[in-house]
Protein backbone atom coordinates (compact mmCIF):
# COMPACT_ATOMS: atom_id res chain seq x y z
CA UNK A 1 0.00 0.00 0.00
CA UNK A 2 1.49 3.56 -0.88
CA UNK A 3 0.51 6.31 0.84
CA UNK A 4 -0.28 9.15 -1.04
CA UNK A 5 -0.56 12.74 -0.41
CA UNK A 6 -2.45 15.07 -2.66
CA UNK A 7 -1.07 19.13 -2.26
CA UNK A 8 -2.97 21.66 -4.51
CA UNK A 9 -4.60 25.09 -3.68
CA UNK A 10 -8.01 23.66 -6.01
CA UNK A 11 -10.33 21.28 -4.16
CA UNK A 12 -11.92 20.13 -7.39
CA UNK A 13 -8.22 19.19 -8.64
CA UNK A 14 -8.56 17.11 -5.34
CA UNK A 15 -11.78 15.40 -6.75
CA UNK A 16 -10.33 14.72 -9.75
CA UNK A 17 -7.31 13.00 -8.23
CA UNK A 18 -9.44 10.76 -6.18
CA UNK A 19 -12.06 9.65 -8.36
CA UNK A 20 -8.64 8.82 -10.68
CA UNK A 21 -7.40 6.79 -8.19
CA UNK A 22 -10.94 5.20 -7.11
CA UNK A 23 -9.97 1.73 -8.42
CA UNK A 24 -5.77 1.51 -7.89
CA UNK A 25 -5.96 -0.74 -4.64
CA UNK A 26 -2.28 -0.40 -3.89
CA UNK A 27 -2.57 3.29 -3.53
CA UNK A 28 -3.95 5.25 -0.41
CA UNK A 29 -5.10 8.64 0.17
CA UNK A 30 -3.56 9.74 3.66
CA UNK A 31 -3.76 13.92 3.26
CA UNK A 32 -5.31 16.42 1.18
CA UNK A 33 -3.41 19.96 2.09
CA UNK A 34 -4.30 23.39 0.14
CA UNK A 35 -1.10 24.84 0.12
CA UNK A 36 2.54 24.25 0.35
CA UNK A 37 2.73 25.38 4.24
CA UNK A 38 -0.04 22.86 5.04
CA UNK A 39 2.05 20.09 3.52
CA UNK A 40 5.66 19.92 5.08
CA UNK A 41 3.32 20.44 8.36
CA UNK A 42 1.98 17.14 7.18
CA UNK A 43 5.02 15.86 6.56
CA UNK A 44 6.96 16.64 9.68
CA UNK A 45 4.81 14.07 11.10
CA UNK A 46 3.91 11.38 8.56
CA UNK A 47 5.90 9.14 6.19
CA UNK A 48 4.41 9.15 2.94
CA UNK A 49 5.27 7.46 -0.46
CA UNK A 50 4.09 9.29 -3.20
CA UNK A 51 3.34 13.29 -4.03
CA UNK A 52 0.62 14.44 -6.37
CA UNK A 53 2.00 17.76 -6.57
CA UNK A 54 0.48 21.55 -8.02
CA UNK A 55 3.39 23.87 -9.08
CA UNK A 56 1.18 27.23 -8.71
CA UNK A 57 0.12 27.80 -5.13
CA UNK A 58 0.24 30.75 -2.92
CA UNK A 59 3.07 31.12 -0.73
CA UNK A 60 5.33 28.82 -1.63
CA UNK A 61 5.12 27.06 -4.75
CA UNK A 62 5.60 22.91 -5.84
CA UNK A 63 8.96 23.39 -6.94
CA UNK A 64 10.11 25.25 -3.69
CA UNK A 65 8.32 22.86 -1.65
CA UNK A 66 10.53 19.99 -3.26
CA UNK A 67 13.72 22.11 -2.90
CA UNK A 68 13.42 22.28 1.07
CA UNK A 69 12.52 18.41 1.46
CA UNK A 70 15.16 16.28 2.47
CA UNK A 71 14.05 13.01 2.33
CA UNK A 72 11.68 13.18 -0.67
CA UNK A 73 9.15 10.51 -1.70
CA UNK A 74 7.73 9.85 -5.64
CA UNK A 75 6.58 13.14 -6.90
CA UNK A 76 3.91 13.28 -10.00
CA UNK A 77 3.57 17.21 -10.55
CA UNK A 78 0.14 18.04 -11.88
CA UNK A 79 0.30 21.67 -13.06
CA UNK A 80 -1.69 24.10 -15.95
CA UNK A 81 2.26 25.06 -16.59
CA UNK A 82 4.22 22.85 -18.38
CA UNK A 83 7.45 25.28 -18.46
CA UNK A 84 8.41 23.65 -14.81
CA UNK A 85 8.73 20.28 -16.38
CA UNK A 86 12.34 20.77 -16.91
CA UNK A 87 13.22 21.76 -13.12
CA UNK A 88 10.88 19.10 -11.90
CA UNK A 89 12.91 17.02 -13.81
CA UNK A 90 16.30 17.90 -12.01
CA UNK A 91 14.57 17.23 -9.30
CA UNK A 92 13.93 13.63 -9.47
CA UNK A 93 10.12 13.97 -10.09
CA UNK A 94 8.98 10.89 -11.44
CA UNK A 95 5.93 12.38 -13.60
CA UNK A 96 4.96 15.62 -15.05
CA UNK A 97 1.24 15.64 -15.86
CA UNK A 98 -0.84 18.86 -17.34
CA UNK A 99 -4.17 19.71 -16.15
CA UNK A 100 -6.82 18.53 -17.27
CA UNK A 101 -5.26 15.11 -16.58
CA UNK A 102 -7.30 12.09 -18.12
CA UNK A 103 -7.35 8.75 -16.60
CA UNK A 104 -4.98 7.36 -19.02
CA UNK A 105 -2.68 9.37 -18.53
CA UNK A 106 -3.11 9.25 -14.46
CA UNK A 107 -2.38 5.39 -14.45
CA UNK A 108 0.12 5.95 -16.67
CA UNK A 109 2.14 7.94 -14.28
CA UNK A 110 1.38 5.66 -11.57
CA UNK A 111 2.93 2.58 -13.48
CA UNK A 112 5.74 4.70 -13.22
CA UNK A 113 5.61 4.85 -9.71
CA UNK A 114 5.51 1.15 -9.87
CA UNK A 115 8.65 0.58 -11.50
CA UNK A 116 10.25 2.93 -9.85
CA UNK A 117 9.25 0.98 -6.48
CA UNK A 118 10.96 -2.27 -8.10
CA UNK A 119 14.37 -1.12 -8.92
CA UNK A 120 14.96 0.89 -5.85
CA UNK A 121 15.45 -1.29 -2.15
CA UNK A 122 13.19 -0.20 0.76
CA UNK A 123 14.30 2.74 2.39
CA UNK A 124 14.93 2.58 6.16
CA UNK A 125 13.97 5.09 8.34
CA UNK A 126 16.15 6.49 10.97
CA UNK A 127 13.93 7.61 13.55
CA UNK A 128 10.34 6.35 15.25
CA UNK A 129 7.21 8.36 15.18
CA UNK A 130 5.99 8.51 18.52
CA UNK A 131 2.58 10.17 20.41
CA UNK A 132 3.20 13.17 22.33
CA UNK A 133 0.44 14.98 23.58
CA UNK A 134 -1.84 15.53 20.43
CA UNK A 135 0.60 15.25 17.85
CA UNK A 136 2.88 12.70 16.52
CA UNK A 137 6.99 13.41 16.43
CA UNK A 138 9.73 12.20 15.21
CA UNK A 139 12.52 10.59 17.26
CA UNK A 140 15.85 10.13 15.71
CA UNK A 141 17.72 6.46 16.57
CA UNK A 142 20.74 8.07 16.73
CA UNK A 143 19.28 10.69 19.60
CA UNK A 144 17.41 8.48 21.68
CA UNK A 145 19.94 7.70 24.67
CA UNK A 146 17.37 5.40 26.75
CA UNK A 147 13.25 4.20 26.77
CA UNK A 148 12.04 4.18 30.42
CA UNK A 149 8.29 2.82 31.07
CA UNK A 150 6.54 5.01 33.13
CA UNK A 151 3.11 3.36 34.26
CA UNK A 152 0.74 4.04 30.87
CA UNK A 153 3.25 6.13 29.22
CA UNK A 154 6.84 6.42 28.49
CA UNK A 155 10.07 8.47 28.70
CA UNK A 156 12.26 8.93 26.03
CA UNK A 157 15.42 9.93 26.60
CA UNK A 158 17.44 12.32 24.27
CA UNK A 159 20.98 13.19 26.31
CA UNK A 160 19.79 15.17 29.58
CA UNK A 161 15.93 15.71 27.85
CA UNK A 162 13.15 13.97 28.66
CA UNK A 163 9.97 13.20 26.92
CA UNK A 164 6.41 11.77 27.66
CA UNK A 165 5.24 9.83 24.92
CA UNK A 166 1.78 7.64 24.43
CA UNK A 167 3.13 4.44 24.28
CA UNK A 168 3.69 0.95 26.23
CA UNK A 169 7.30 -0.12 25.86
CA UNK A 170 6.20 -3.96 24.10
CA UNK A 171 4.72 -1.51 21.16
CA UNK A 172 7.88 0.72 20.94
CA UNK A 173 10.15 -2.00 20.67
CA UNK A 174 8.59 -3.44 17.71
CA UNK A 175 9.89 -0.20 15.56
CA UNK A 176 12.74 -0.14 17.03
CA UNK A 177 16.03 -1.82 15.50
CA UNK A 178 17.37 -4.76 17.24
CA UNK A 179 20.25 -4.59 15.96
CA UNK A 180 20.49 -1.16 17.66
CA UNK A 181 18.18 -1.24 21.09
CA UNK A 182 18.27 -3.83 23.52
CA UNK A 183 16.06 -4.27 26.61
CA UNK A 184 18.29 -4.77 30.03
CA UNK A 185 15.41 -4.38 32.13
CA UNK A 186 11.52 -5.23 32.35
CA UNK A 187 11.59 -1.22 32.35
CA UNK A 188 14.21 -0.12 30.78
CA UNK A 189 15.49 -0.15 26.70
CA UNK A 190 18.75 1.11 26.31
CA UNK A 191 20.40 2.43 22.67
CA UNK A 192 23.74 0.18 22.50
CA UNK A 193 25.10 3.56 20.88
CA UNK A 194 25.00 5.33 24.03
CA UNK A 195 26.12 2.53 26.18
CA UNK A 196 29.94 3.39 27.72
CA UNK A 197 30.37 1.02 30.62
CA UNK A 198 28.99 -2.28 32.04
CA UNK A 199 29.34 -4.67 34.82
CA UNK A 200 27.76 -7.42 36.56
CA UNK A 201 24.78 -5.42 37.62
CA UNK A 202 24.55 -1.79 36.09
CA UNK A 203 24.91 -0.40 32.59
CA UNK A 204 26.17 3.41 32.48
CA UNK A 205 25.18 5.51 29.17
CA UNK A 206 26.23 8.83 27.86
CA UNK A 207 24.15 11.25 29.90
CA UNK A 208 25.93 9.37 32.77
CA UNK A 209 22.32 7.59 33.79
CA UNK A 210 23.33 3.99 35.57
CA UNK A 211 20.53 1.60 34.87
CA UNK A 212 20.43 -1.63 36.87
CA UNK A 213 20.24 -4.34 34.75
CA UNK A 214 17.31 -7.42 35.14
CA UNK A 215 18.04 -10.31 36.51
CA UNK A 216 15.78 -12.12 33.43
CA UNK A 217 18.10 -9.97 30.93
CA UNK A 218 21.37 -10.31 31.84
CA UNK A 219 22.11 -13.73 29.57
CA UNK A 220 21.55 -11.92 26.44
CA UNK A 221 23.33 -8.83 27.03
CA UNK A 222 27.38 -10.07 26.48
CA UNK A 223 27.76 -7.69 23.42
CA UNK A 224 26.11 -4.86 24.86
CA UNK A 225 29.53 -2.81 25.01
Known sequence: MLNTLIIDDEPLAHDVIKHHFQDQLDFKTVGNCYNATQALRYLANHQVDLLILDINMPALSGIELLKVLVNRPQVI???AYQEYALE???????????????LQRFLLALDKVRRRLVKQPPSISNYIVLKVDRERRKFSFADITLIEAYGNYLKVWQGQQVTLVSSTLKQCLEQLPHSQFVQVHKSFVVNKKHVIA????????????????GKSFKDGLHDLL
Open 77 to 79: IIS
Open 88 to 102: GYELDITDYLLKPVS
Open 198 to 213: LDNDYVRLSNDTAIKL
